[in-house]
């Protein structure tokens, strides 16, 4: 399979029955919504597609016998976020081309690369290793027993009984008198 594009949301669900107007919610306009919905990630965007108002969108979406619509909603919604996450990880990767310029044409570009883009991700995929702060906590080597430290802690407050009560954590370690910078 392809992860690049991922499977587009099945359009198979039960549309929202509503009065039959040729101007209104019909189950085709309905259909093409979350298709288009899956593939722009805004309603605005969706409704303008269909030739209707997003205050209708989310009326029919309030609907008591809604509840496929809004699934197909929901999952048309997840598949925008995915096509999202793919674009945003490429730009950290191979960034964005910026053109120069010279007496009104182009001559050249050069790739400007987002560092806050690319930290925020590997701080999200990867927080045992580039979590702020989580390096002043406790030194272990390797992330194995780092997690394993963590994952015990946890479990131990989980297991006092009161799991509403925040995490432990330790305090930043103080440095040794004889330890350098």
Same mark, same amino acid.
């Given at each position: 399979?392809?992860?690049?594009?991922?499977?587009?949301?099945?359009?198979?669900?039960?549309?929202?029955?509503?009065?039959?107007?040729?101007?209104?919610?019909?189950?085709?306009?309905?259909?093409?919504?979350?298709?288009?919905?899956?593939?722009?990630?805004?309603?605005?965007?969706?409704?303008?597609?269909?030739?209707?108002?997003?205050?209708?969108? $989310?009326?029919? &979406? #309030?609907?008591? @016998? %809604?509840?496929?619509? *809004?699934?197909?909603?929901?999952? +048309?919604?997840? $598949?925008?976020? &995915? #096509?999202?996450? @793919? %674009?945003?990880?490429? *730009?950290?990767?191979?960034?964005? +081309?910026?053109?120069?310029?010279?007496?009104?044409?182009?001559?050249?570009?050069?790739? *400007?690369?987002?560092?806050?883009? +690319?930290?925020?991700?590997?701080?999200?995929?990867?927080?045992?290793?580039?979590?702020?702060?989580?390096?002043?906590?406790?030194?272990?080597?390797?992330?194995?027993?780092?997690?394993?430290?963590?994952?015990?802690?946890?479990?131990?407050?989980?297991?006092?009984?009161?799991?509403?009560?925040?995490?432990?954590?330790?305090?930043?370690?103080?440095?040794?008198?004889?330890?350098?910078?």
């Amino acid at each position: 399979m392809d992860m690049s594009n991922p499977p587009a949301p099945p359009l198979d669900f039960d549309t929202v029955p509503v009065r039959d107007r040729h101007d209104g919610w019909t189950p085709e306009r309905q259909h093409a919504f979350i298709a288009a919905l899956a593939e722009s990630g805004c309603v605005a965007e969706a409704c303008k597609t269909v030739g209707m108002t997003s205050q209708s969108a $989310y009326r029919l &979406r #309030r609907h008591f @016998d %809604a509840q496929g619509f *809004r699934l197909a909603w929901d999952a +048309a919604l997840d $598949y925008a976020i &995915r #096509r999202l996450s @793919d %674009a945003v990880y490429a *730009r950290a990767i191979h960034g964005v +081309a910026v053109p120069h310029y010279y007496k009104g044409e182009v001559v050249g570009e050069h790739r *400007r690369y987002d560092e806050r883009l +690319a930290m925020f991700l590997l701080r999200y995929r990867d927080p045992a290793r580039y979590a702020k702060g989580w390096d002043k906590i406790e030194p272990v080597d390797g992330h194995e027993e780092l997690f394993a430290v963590r994952l015990a802690r946890l479990m131990l407050h989980l297991e006092s009984g009161n799991p509403d009560l925040p995490i432990p954590v330790p305090p930043p370690r103080e440095p040794d008198d004889d330890e350098d910078y």
